[in-house]
């Protein structure tokens, strides 16, 4: 396998910032997950917290213990290891299904997403249900999850004026993502339904059991479904 | 944990914003949830080791002016910038414990030096601990009380053996008082940073660095938002994949003007990241009221792991002294 070249750049005296790639897809995601649980294997002892953005992966260093000198050369070999091997070697993904009740009040874009498509809702909701999203991060707000790709038919671009308000469990589409409101925040995502699972819950440790490379199914509900599912922890919820 | 009897202490007074504070939460940036914590950690560190605390322990962190009463004898410490602490009528000095009696009332008001202050009680403030922290992060609701402090609230205080406490405490000061980093008003502050992640992406980084900025009114736990020359290659640059983001991250929107980060800032952004002010700058920025000059120099990263790794060491070990002529 072809490995390119990914940029290391240190800031701040105790933050090593990673760049995979420019673009957003499948591809780089895949390449990001393999460096970011290599380098947890790795260099857990020696970093103080590795978070990963999009496309990219952050480590958080104590400058007393290590330089980034040190670090940087270190991921380098690391970066080009981890593309040798497949990402079972280093995580095991987990798979979780979120029900979703799709459009009206709890998905008030499902019309719009529809009429850019050119589909009726209901072929939107067939075509959001009908894929296995990989979760690419988590962050923005507590447990938003980021999630793709969706089916190029239905990558609505994001809202040209953001919500304040976007209420917790909110499923929506921004282009190739889609994601899940973990709580309520303001948001531009076009909205196409809720799921009832408390996705986010901050007296659990850890608080979300979904982690980036995780797998993720969106699944149709009805509002009688939807009432009765409500408040049940993403983490219990067997689909 | 054993049973431990709670003392109270009443908020009786307050203009300003207060929350419950610690070191924030550490760990879970991954899951987008914000470290939140102190805006000045070394302020809050000194506070706490001078009425002999851990630093982690959870304190009151304000802007304004606040009243506090004590329901039982208490050691206290106030710090920040150079606030004026008094006792009943009584003055006195802060960054040094103060021994509060029962049914006295602690009064702190802001002078010209400092915006965000700090109270520290022997023992730390007890409240719900969320994910390994006391800090409070208001816009997620959850961390102590989950919301600002108000007038009538009561924080409780686990039960310390005061007297032996003062004992040992009574004559401790810093041994430079950190109060005065804080620039006077006609001061402009110089924040030193290394250059950030878009830096190389920004052709008119060289603006940031040459110009003045103005702290605006627009500043809070989120990010200190600053107005001066724009950087017109911001606008360029357009949407970017979020990466992960932190304290002290100079964030370029597309308007060109510069944001600082704070402690309830997201976990990740998708604006361009110009400069990256090094820790014990942070804490400074956040003492300087809306209006303040600040302009940004530039550090190697080798300087800025120097600067970092000593910051971290007062942060854990505050530099205390005795100070003998001190009389109660």
């Not at chain 2, 924080?155 to 401790?172: A, F, G, I």
């Not at chain 2, 800032?265 to 003492?287: E, K, N, R, S, W």
Request: aromatic share 8%.
């Amino acid at each position: 396998m072809r490995v390119h070249e990914i940029k290391i750049i240190s800031s701040g005296g105790y933050v090593i910032h990673v760049d995979i790639c420019r673009d957003v897809n499948l591809e780089c995601v895949n390449a990001m997950h393999k460096l970011y649980y290599t380098l947890k294997k790795e260099l857990s002892s020696f970093v103080k917290e590795l978070v990963s953005g999009v496309t990219s992966i952050a480590l958080f260093y104590d400058p007393r213990r290590i330089s980034s000198d040190y670090l940087t050369k270190k991921i380098r070999e690391l970066w080009l290891w981890s593309q040798q091997i497949e990402l079972s070697e280093v995580y095991k993904p987990r798979r979780f299904v979120i029900p979703v009740s799709y459009g009206g009040e709890l998905g008030p874009d499902l019309k719009s997403v529809a009429s850019w498509a050119g589909l009726s809702e209901e072929e939107v909701v067939k075509l959001h249900t009908s894929r296995s999203y990989t979760c690419y991060t988590l962050g923005f707000t507590p447990g938003f999850l980021y999630l793709g790709e969706v089916e190029p038919r239905i990558a609505a671009p994001r809202l040209e004026t953001p919500r304040v308000k976007i209420p917790a469990g909110s499923v929506g589409i921004a282009g190739k993502m889609t994601g899940v409101y973990g709580l309520e925040s303001p948001g531009g995502w076009r909205l196409i339904g809720r799921t009832p699972l408390t996705m986010f819950d901050y007296r659990r440790d850890p608080p979300i059991p979904v982690a980036p490379g995780d797998i993720v199914v969106f699944k149709s509900i009805t509002l009688e479904e939807f009432g009765k599912l409500k408040g049940l922890y993403v983490g219990d919820y067997v689909g | 944990m054993s049973v431990i009897t709670l003392a109270n202490l009443l908020i009786t007074y307050l203009v300003g914003i207060a929350t419950v504070q610690d070191l924030g939460r550490q760990g879970y940036r991954g899951l987008g949830v914000p470290v939140s914590g102190v805006l000045d950690v070394l302020s809050a560190s000194y506070a706490n080791a001078l009425v002999g605390n851990e630093v982690s322990a959870a304190l009151i962190e304000f802007t304004g002016s606040i009243t506090l009463r004590a329901d039982k004898d208490l050691v206290v410490a106030v710090t920040g910038g150079l606030p004026k602490v008094y006792v009943d009528q009584y003055e006195v000095p802060s960054w040094r414990p103060i021994y509060l009696k029962s049914g006295k009332e602690l009064v702190v008001r802001p002078s010209d030096r400092g915006n965000i202050h700090y109270v520290a009680v022997s023992g730390g403030i007890e409240c719900e601990s969320v994910l390994g922290s006391k800090s409070t992060y208001v816009r997620g609701g959850f961390g102590c009380l989950g919301r600002p402090l108000r007038v009538g609230d009561t924080l409780l205080v686990p039960d310390v053996n005061v007297e032996s406490l003062w004992s040992r405490v009574y004559s401790l000061i810093p041994a430079t008082n950190p109060g005065e980093r804080v620039p006077k008003r006609d001061e402009v502050l110089v924040l030193r940073a290394t250059k950030g992640v878009h830096a190389e992406q920004l052709q008119d980084l060289e603006t940031l660095l040459k110009s003045e900025y103005v702290v605006t009114l627009e500043s809070d736990r989120m990010g200190y938002r600053l107005d001066g020359p724009p950087l017109t290659s911001a606008s360029r640059l357009g949407r970017l994949p979020s990466i992960p983001t932190d304290r002290g991250y100079v964030q370029v929107p597309p308007d060109g003007k510069p944001i600082v980060l704070m402690s309830d800032a997201q976990t990740t952004g998708g604006y361009a990241v110009a400069l990256h002010v090094v820790p014990p700058d942070i804490g400074v920025l956040a003492q300087v009221r809306p209006g303040h000059r600040v302009r940004f120099v530039e550090v190697s990263v080798e300087d800025a792991e120097r600067l970092t790794s000593s910051y971290l060491n007062e942060v854990e070990k505050p530099k205390l002294a005795l100070e003998e002529s001190w009389e109660y």
